[in-house]
C-alpha cells in the first residue's frame, strides 16, 4: 500500500468509526466502545508508518482537482513534511488514549455513543488539518472541530455552565474565524492558489502584495482557536465539559490547531516585521497573564486551563522569532503533558468529589486514595514546571533559546525587539509556571482535615492510559537530539545561559511556593476548631459529589456544587496579594467584552425588536385593520331591500348631474 494511500486513511478511519458510531449507538449498544476506540487506535498506527516512510526528508505531495471553481481552484491535497507526520502521531496517541480512558470515565452515562462518535469526529477533522495541502480543506477541518467542541463542551448540557461554556466557545472562535477566512481569500488572492506548496513559492518569490494584511487577519483566527489573547476567554469556561474531552482539546486538537497553521505558513508572517512583532506582543501578554490567573484559580481544571493558554503562549513566542521547530517540539511535548495532566485530574475529581482546590486542601489522604493518579500527575506537573530532565524543560528550553538567539541578532528572521519580549516574558513565565504548578500539587494531594470521601479503585481504562502518558511526558525531551532533520534543522538541545535562568527561576517558583504554604499552615494550625471538629475542618466540610457515583457524574455533580470559604494557606494569595481578585476574575477582561461588545449588541437587538413590534407590526396591523373596516362598510350596504338599492342608485345619479352641470359651468366660465 502507497504512502499516499495510507495518508488518506488516517483521517478517514476515525471519520468512518464516526458514521457508524451514530448510526450503531442506539440499535447495537455493544459495538460502541470498539468504533471508538479501534479506527482511532488504526489512525494512530497509521499515522506512525507514513511518519516512519516520511522519516524527515522531502516532503510527501498529493493532489487532485475535486472541482472547478474559477480562477482558483480547490485541490484534495496531501501535504506530509516531518512537522505533519510528528502531529498525526501526536493525534492519533491522545486520542486514542482518551477514547480509552473515557469508556471507564462515562461507562454508563447515556450518551455515550454520541459522545464517542464526536471524539472521533473531532480527531478526524484534526488529522484532515495536520495532513491538508489545500488551505480551504484545511478550513473545512479547522470548523468541524469547532462545531464538535460546542457538542462537547455542553455534554452535560443540564447545568448552566455547559450550555453557555459551549455557546461561548462557538461564539468567541466564530469571531476570530471571521477575518480568519478572509485572510485565507486575500492569501489565495495574491498567490493564485489555495495549495500550500504553492503559496509558500509566491512568497519565495515575492508574489504576496499584502503581507502584513494578510497575516495579521489570519493571527485574528490563530488567536479565537488557539485561545491567544485577546480571544482566550473562552477556553477556562470549556472546562465545563467531561474531563476527557477536556485533555483532547487542550493536548492535540483545536488549540493546537492554530498554532500548527502558522507553524504550516511560517513564511507568510516572516514576510511582514509587522506581524511577528504583534505576534510576540500577543503572545507576551498571554503567558504572563495566564499564568498569573492560574495562581488565582480554585477549580483544578481553570487551573490546568490557563496553563494551556500559557504554554500555547510559549509556541507563539517562538513562531514570533521564527523558529516553527521548537514550536511545535513544544507543542508535541505539552501535548503528552497536557493529556497527562487531564486526565489525572479526572481521576482527582472522582476521588474527592468536587473539583474545588480548596476543598481538597481540606482533605487528606487523597494521594493515597489515588497513588496512580498522584504519581503520574506529580510527573506531569514536573514537566509543566520544566524540571529536567522531564520533556517540558527540553522543549521550553527551544523557545527560550529561540529567543535568545532573536534578541542577540544570532538569528535575523525576526526582529530583534520581538526576540526580547519572547524572552523576558518565557523567563518570567517560568517562574510563575512553577509556583502555580506546586500550588496545584500542595492543595491537591497535601490537604489536612477529614479522609477523603471513597470512591472504590479507578477503573483500569483510567489509570492505565495515565502511565502511558507519564512516558513521553518523562523522555520525549531527550529525542531532541534527534529531531533536527524533522524540522528544519535547526538544534533544539538547551544552552547553558536559558537552561540556568529557566530552571533556576522555575526552582524559585516551586520553592518559594512551598515556603509560603507551610509558614501559613503553621500559623493556621493552632486556629480555634468549633464543636471539637479535626483540625482543618474549622471552615466547614467541604461539599462534595455522592461518593458512589461513577466518575462522569461526579464531575458533572460537582459543576453545582458551592465552593468553601478561602483556604487563609492558600499560597496563590500571599503571592499575587491585592492582584489576586483580578486574576481570579480573569483580569475582568469577560467584562470589559460584556461592556464593549454584549451590551451593545443587545441593546441594538432590544431596538430592532422594540422597531420590528412598534413600528412595522403597526403597519401590518394598520394595513389589515383597514381592509376590514372598508369590508364591513360595504358589508353594511348590502341589505336585500330593492327600494334601497332603487334610492342609492337615484341620490347617486343625481349627484353625478350636480356635479357635471358645476364642471360644465366652471369650464365655460374660464
Given at each position: 500500500m502507497t504512502t499516499t494511500t495510507l495518508a488518506v486513511l488516517v483521517p478517514l478511519l476515525p471519520f468512518l468509526g464516526s458514521a457508524a458510531g451514530l448510526l450503531l449507538g442506539r440499535a447495537a449498544p455493544g459495538f460502541t466502545r470498539p468504533l471508538a476506540v479501534l479506527p482511532t487506535l488504526a489512525a494512530a498506527v497509521l499515522a506512525a508508518v507514513v511518519a516512519g516512510r516520511q522519516g524527515g526528508g522531502k516532503a510527501i505531495d498529493a493532489a487532485t482537482q475535486l472541482t472547478p471553481t474559477g480562477s482558483v481552484p480547490i485541490d484534495l491535497a496531501l501535504h506530509i513534511d516531518g512537522f505533519a507526520a510528528l502531529v498525526a502521531i501526536l493525534v492519533g496517541v491522545v486520542a486514542t488514549c482518551v477514547q480509552i480512558y473515557s469508556t471507564g470515565y462515562l461507562r454508563h452515562d447515556p450518551r455515550y455513543p454520541s459522545y464517542a462518535a464526536l471524539v472521533s469526529l473531532f480527531t478526524s477533522a484534526m488529522l484532515l488539518v495536520v495532513y491538508s495541502g489545500d488551505l480551504m480543506v484545511l478550513l473545512v477541518g479547522w470548523e468541524i472541530m469547532g462545531i464538535c467542541s460546542y457538542f462537547l463542551v455542553g455534554h452535560y448540557w443540564e447545568t448552566p455552565e455547559a450550555r453557555s461554556a459551549s455557546l461561548k466557545a462557538f461564539l468567541v472562535t466564530k469571531l476570530g474565524d471571521v477575518p480568519f477566512l478572509i485572510g485565507l481569500f486575500a492569501l489565495a488572492a495574491d498567490a493564485g492558489t489555495f495549495r500550500i506548496t504553492g503559496v509558500l513559492g509566491a512568497v519565495a518569490s515575492g508574489g504576496l502584495d499584502h503581507p502584513t494584511l494578510v497575516a495579521l487577519l489570519l493571527l485574528a483566527g490563530v488567536?479565537?482557536?488557539?485561545?491567544?489573547?485577546?480571544?482566550?476567554?473562552?477556553?477556562?469556561?470549556?472546562?465545563?465539559?467531561?474531563?476527557?474531552?477536556?485533555?483532547?482539546?487542550?493536548?492535540?486538537?483545536?488549540?493546537a490547531a492554530g498554532i500548527y497553521f502558522v507553524a504550516r505558513l511560517l513564511p507568510v508572517f516572516a514576510a511582514s516585521?509587522?506581524?511577528?512583532?504583534?505576534?510576540?506582543?500577543?503572545?507576551?501578554?498571554?503567558?504572563?497573564?495566564?499564568?498569573?490567573?492560574?495562581?488565582?484559580?480554585?477549580?483544578?481544571?481553570?487551573?490546568?486551563?490557563?496553563?494551556?493558554?500559557?504554554?500555547?503562549?510559549?509556541?507563539?513566542?517562538?513562531?514570533?522569532?521564527?523558529?516553527?521547530?521548537?514550536?511545535?517540539?513544544?507543542?508535541?511535548?505539552?501535548?503528552?503533558?497536557?493529556?497527562?495532566?487531564?486526565?489525572?485530574?479526572?481521576?482527582?475529581?472522582?476521588?474527592?468529589?468536587?473539583?474545588?482546590?480548596?476543598?481538597?486542601?481540606?482533605?487528606?489522604?487523597?494521594?493515597?486514595?489515588?497513588?496512580?493518579?498522584?504519581?503520574?500527575?506529580?510527573?506531569?506537573?514536573?514537566?509543566?514546571?520544566?524540571?529536567?530532565?522531564?520533556?517540558?524543560?527540553?522543549?521550553?528550553?527551544?523557545?527560550?533559546?529561540?529567543?535568545?538567539?532573536?534578541?542577540?541578532?544570532?538569528?535575523?528572521?525576526?526582529?530583534?525587539?520581538?526576540?526580547w519580549i519572547v524572552l523576558v516574558a518565557g523567563l518570567l513565565t517560568a517562574l510563575l509556571t512553577a509556583a502555580y504548578a506546586m500550588r496545584l500539587w500542595l492543595l491537591a494531594f497535601r490537604g489536612r482535615g477529614a479522609d477523603a470521601p471513597d470512591h472504590g479503585r479507578q477503573p483500569v481504562a483510567m489509570t492505565t492510559v495515565l502511565w502511558v502518558l507519564a512516558i513521553p511526558s518523562l523522555g520525549f525531551g531527550l529525542t531532541a537530539a534527534y529531531l533536527d532533520d524533522w524540522f528544519d534543522g535547526h538544534p533544539l538541545t538547551p544552552t547553558l545561559t536559558t537552561a540556568v535562568l529557566g530552571t533556576g527561576l522555575a526552582v524559585v517558583g516551586g520553592a518559594l511556593t512551598y515556603a509560603i504554604r507551610r509558614t501559613l499552615a503553621a500559623k493556621a494550625a493552632p486556629a480555634t476548631v468549633p464543636n471539637g471538629a479535626p483540625n482543618g475542618t474549622a471552615y466547614g466540610a467541604p461539599h462534595v459529589a455522592h461518593p458512589d457515583a461513577e466518575a462522569g457524574q461526579v464531575e458533572a455533580e460537582a459543576l453545582d456544587l458551592p465552593h468553601p470559604a478561602a483556604d487563609p494557606a492558600d499560597p496563590g494569595r500571599a503571592l499575587l496579594g491585592p492582584l489576586h481578585p483580578h486574576a481570579a476574575a480573569?483580569?475582568?477582561?469577560?467584562?470589559?467584552?460584556?461592556?464593549?461588545?454584549?451590551?451593545?449588541?443587545?441593546?441594538?437587538?432590544?431596538?430592532?425588536?422594540?422597531?420590528?413590534?412598534?413600528?412595522?407590526?403597526?403597519?401590518?396591523?394598520?394595513?389589515?385593520?383597514?381592509?376590514?373596516?372598508?369590508?364591513?362598510?360595504?358589508r353594511r350596504a348590502q341589505t336585500g331591500n330593492v327600494q334601497t338599492y332603487l334610492s342609492a342608485l337615484l341620490a347617486g345619479s343625481v349627484v353625478l348631474a350636480i356635479v357635471a352641470v358645476v364642471l360644465a359651468n366652471v369650464a365655460a366660465g374660464a
Open positions: 488567536a479565537g482557536k488557539s485561545a491567544q489573547f485577546p480571544l482566550h476567554t473562552w477556553l477556562p469556561d470549556a472546562m465545563a465539559g467531561p474531563t476527557p474531552v477536556s485533555a483532547l482539546i487542550h493536548a492535540a486538537t483545536m488549540v516585521a509587522a506581524a511577528l512583532t504583534v505576534l510576540a506582543v500577543m503572545a507576551a501578554l498571554t503567558m504572563v497573564g495566564s499564568a498569573l490567573a492560574a495562581l488565582a484559580q480554585d477549580d483544578i481544571k481553570r487551573v490546568l486551563a490557563y496553563s494551556t493558554i500559557g504554554q500555547l503562549g510559549y509556541m507563539s513566542g517562538a513562531l514570533a522569532v521564527g523558529d516553527r521547530g521548537a514550536a511545535v517540539f513544544h507543542l508535541l511535548s505539552h501535548g503528552a503533558f497536557k493529556a497527562l495532566l487531564f486526565l489525572a485530574a479526572g481521576a482527582v475529581i472522582h476521588a474527592a468529589g468536587t473539583n474545588s482546590l480548596t476543598a481538597m486542601s481540606r482533605m487528606s489522604g487523597l494521594a493515597k486514595r489515588i497513588p496512580d493518579a498522584y504519581w503520574t500527575m506529580s510527573v506531569g506537573l514536573l514537566a509543566l514546571a520544566a524540571i529536567p530532565p522531564f520533556a517540558g524543560f527540553f522543549s521550553k528550553e527551544a523557545v527560550l533559546v529561540a529567543a535568545e538567539h532573536t534578541a542577540t541578532g544570532e538569528r535575523t528572521v525576526a526582529p530583534a525587539g520581538a526576540g480573569g483580569f475582568h477582561l469577560d467584562a470589559v467584552y460584556r461592556t464593549l461588545f454584549v451590551r451593545p449588541v443587545l441593546a441594538g437587538a432590544s431596538l430592532v425588536r422594540f422597531l420590528d413590534r412598534e413600528v412595522v407590526d403597526t403597519y401590518v396591523s394598520g394595513a389589515g385593520s383597514s381592509v376590514k373596516g372598508l369590508g364591513w362598510l360595504v
